[in-house]
T-cell receptor, first 115, second 114 residues
Framework: AQSVTQLGSHVSVSEGALVLLRCNYS??????LFWYVQYPNQGLQLLLK??????LVKGINGFEAEFKKSETSFHLTKPSAHMSDAAEYFC?????????????FGTGTRLTIIP | EPEVTQTPSHQVTQMGQEVILRCVPI?????FYWYRQILGQKVEFLVS????????KSEIFDDQFSVERPDGSNFTLKIRSTKLEDSAMYFC????????????FGPGTRLTVL
């Protein structure tokens, strides 16, 4: 069974500061890992994904994440926060070995940007 | 750019009534999903659909739920007799193929059961 833990349901950072959103996963088989962003009253948009190629993954809007197997982590970072980054961020995992590859989501982290 | 669409955006219904939520996945995609998000909670998997049949369903997806792809373009979720606890945002998603490919999500249908 898969699971995702996102530490910190709410994170606040100042505009221009480093953004770090934490994600740890549990999976009995090699995982695919994803970060999705949800803006108010909108659906989920993919930021980036790890699919067993490079461990450092770059996504849209300047975000990146590093897969660390030894720490079972996939933390999301951005060097300099922008006001438009305020949203809810979800980490998700799916198994590589099953055809339907359903997503198991974490509880989400709401990111607030302080002007 | 192709996108997943969902109708209606908001559905209000009385407890015990049937509702059908509609989705139009991206046209060449092969895998289809429904997820739901109760207000303030995480997104939860309901069901996946491939090759005209359910490939996996969660514990939430009981006999009151069904899915259908009636005409090769629409993908529907039916709740036969709604309960108060079915109130949630329901997201449809589709994916082209296996191998960690992106699931594209629709904007969601907010279901309110009174």
């Amino acid at each position: 069974a898969q699971s995702v833990t996102q530490l910190g349901s709410h994170v606040s950072v100042s505009e221009g500061a480093l953004v770090l959103l934490r994600c740890n996963y549990s999976s009995s088989v090699p995982p695919y890992l994803f970060w999705y962003v949800q803006y108010p009253n909108q659906g989920l948009q993919l930021l980036l994904k790890y699919t067993s190629a490079a461990t450092l993954v770059k996504g849209i809007n300047g975000f990146e994440a590093e897969f660390k197997k030894s720490e079972t982590s996939f933390h999301l970072t951005k060097p300099s926060a922008h006001m438009s980054d305020a949203a809810e961020y979800f980490c998700a995992v799916s198994d590589q070995d099953f055809g339907n590859e359903k997503l198991t989501f974490g509880t989400g982290t709401r990111l607030t940007i302080i002007p | 750019e192709p996108e997943v669409t969902q109708t209606p955006s908001h559905q209000v219904t009385q407890m015990g009534q049937e509702v059908i939520l509609r989705c139009v996945p991206i046209s060449n995609h092969l895998y289809f999903y429904w997820y739901r998000q109760i207000l303030g909670q995480k997104v939860e998997f309901l069901v996946s659909f491939y090759n005209n049949e359910i490939s996996e369903k969660s514990e939430i997806f009981d006999d009151q739920f069904s899915v259908e792809r009636p005409d090769g373009s629409n993908f529907t979720l039916k709740i036969r007799s709604t309960k108060l606890e079915d109130s949630a945002m329901y997201f449809c998603a589709s994916r082209l193929e296996r191998g960690g490919n992106e699931q594209f999500f629709g904007p969601g249908t907010r279901l309110t059961v009174l």
